[in-house]
T-cell receptor, first 115, second 114 residues
Framework: AQKVTQAQTEISVVEKEDVTLDCVYE???????LFWYKQPPSGELVFLIR??????QNEISGRYSWNFQKSTSSFNFTITASQVVDSAVYFC????????????FGKGTRLHILP | EAGVTQFPSHSVIEKGQTVTLRCDPI?????LYWYRRVMGKEIKFLLH????????ESGMPNNRFLAERTGGTYSTLKVQPAELEDSGVYFC????????????FGEGSRLTVL
């Protein structure tokens, strides 16, 4: 069965601090995709990243970085020098290339960046 | 190129009323998905269309929910009669090549049932 666990329900940090959001996944598929989405207070889902299971390279995009560790089935997300605008709910998700694009979401981590 | 569009962005109705949500996928995308996030919980899959056919509707909560995609273009999701627990954000997504992970989400339709 596929499963995504985001153990951190809610995190609060002071602006400019770094923060890491954890994501652990379970799957029996050999090829799969991992995603991070952001849901700001306005409600829409903002796509952040999609990572193929074959590509374990870490990625950096501005203040955002992702650490994919297949050995521990983790796909953690770090925001460096956090800003108030980063406040949102962040979802980690898992999809399989063996099926359709039915993806499984974690329960989300609510991030509060305090000014 | 237009993205996935959803209408309405926000709907407020009373318990027992009917609401219809609409999703226009990206042109050429045969695959259309509905997801929803009820308050404070995870985003859950509702169903998947391939063109006008329901490929997987295992996530539909009950028979108060009816999804259609006549002609294989836009899709509607009707809730009748709406209950309080139906409140949440309903997301639509589309993809052209399933299994590639290239899934595009709309901005969601927020439903509030009073």
């Amino acid at each position: 069965a596929q499963k995504v666990t985001q153990a951190q329900t809610e995190i609060s940090v002071v602006e400019k601090e770094d923060v890491t959001l954890d994501c652990v996944y379970e799957t029996r598929d050999t090829t799969y995709y991992l995603f991070w989405y952001k849901q700001p207070p306005s409600g829409e889902l903002v796509f952040l990243i999609r990572r193929n299971s074959f590509d374990e390279q870490n990625e950096i995009s501005g203040r955002y970085s992702w650490n994919f560790q297949k050995s521990t089935s983790s796909f953690n997300f770090t925001i460096t020098a956090s800003q108030v605008v980063d406040s949102a709910v962040y979802f980690c998700a898992l999809g399989s290339s063996n099926r359709d694009d039915k993806i499984i979401f974690g329960k989300g981590t609510r991030l509060h960046i305090l000014p | 190129e237009a993205g996935v569009t959803q209408f309405p962005s926000h709907s407020v109705i009373e318990k027992g009323q009917t609401v219809t949500l609409r999703c226009d996928p990206i042109s050429g995308h045969d695959n259309l998905y509905w997801y929803r996030r009820v308050m404070g919980k995870e985003i859950k899959f509702l169903l998947h269309f391939v063109k006008e056919s329901k490929q997987d509707e295992s996530g539909m909560p009950n028979n108060r929910f009816l999804a259609e995609r006549t002609g294989g273009t836009y899709s509607t999701l009707k809730v009748q009669p709406a209950e309080l627990e139906d409140s949440g954000v309903y997301f639509c997504a589309s993809s052209q090549f399933p299994g590639t992970g290239e899934l595009f989400f709309g901005e969601g339709s927020r439903l509030t049932v009073l």
